[in-house]
């Protein structure tokens, strides 16, 4: 979420060739930042990515908590980076099989709330696909996976029932073809929060189906 400043400036030194091809989804924790006098350091480190020609999104994820104070996250983005930031919608992962709405509004209020506030192209999309069932192959099934730090729980997505234990299991990653060596324990480990794992096809000596890269992301 843009508060690691030491990484940012490491990543602008990369040669331009690789910078232009990089995008970052910034999550602009509003209230958190605010608490902890990180707004500036937050966007900052966004512009710095902007200037040296990264592409970015500055994206909110709703949440009833917010709305008192919704003015002035949006006020304090443009005045930063002179646009609204994006509006997502929030899931209650505690029910795997519906993944509904995070709120006690209800959806119409949800919608005309956050819809008239942002103006978010990305919210409105995802508004349309919200609870759509999908019926084309899933290629994040196979290719990345959610990794819990909290419990050492890694499972394919936010639906899937399956899970597995790293931590004290040294197992092949849902049909990867290959052992997870390592797990990270990157930066604010204390807020047990939630990173993707992703895997990146490569191709080294022609096509290998087996060869991945592994990266972590918050």
């Known amino acids: 979420n843009a508060t690691l400043t030491s990484r940012f400036e490491e990543i602008s030194k990369w040669p331009k060739e690789l910078l ?8 602009y924790h509003y209230l958190e930042f605010k608490q902890k ?10 512009k710095l990515m902007r200037d040296r020609g990264v592409s970015f999104t500055v994206e909110v994820t709703p949440n009833d908590e917010l709305m008192p104070y919704v ?11 002179g ?4 509006c997502t919608i929030a899931r209650d992962e505690s029910n795997p099989q519906v993944l509904p709405i995070l709120t006690k509004l209800s959806k119409e209020e949800y919608y005309n709330f956050w819809s008239s506030k942002f103006e978010s ?9 919200f609870e759509v069932p999908r019926k084309e192959f899933c290629y994040a099934g196979n290719w990345s996976g959610f990794f819990f730090l909290g419990t050492g729980q890694l499972s394919q ?21 290959g052992l997870l060596l390592a797990i990270f324990l990157i930066w604010r480990l204390r807020h047990m929060q939630n990173y993707a794992i992703v895997y990146v096809q490569t191709v080294q000596n ?13």
């Open 20 to 27: 232009e091809r990089l995008f970052f989804k910034f999550s």
């Open 37 to 46: 006098g990180m707004l500036e350091r937050f966007f900052s480190n966004v």
């Open 71 to 81: 003015d002035e996250c949006i006020d304090y983005c443009v005045k930063e980076v």
């Open 83 to 86: 646009a609204k930031p994006h």
């Open 121 to 129: 192209p990305l919210f409105e999309f995802k508004w349309k696909i």
């Open 157 to 177: 997505c936010n639906v899937s029932q399956v899970s597995y234990d790293i931590v004290r299991n040294d197992i092949v990653i849902m049909g990867m073809h």
């Open 206 to 218: 022609g096509f290998n189906p087996n060869s991945r890269h592994l990266f972590l992301r918050n």
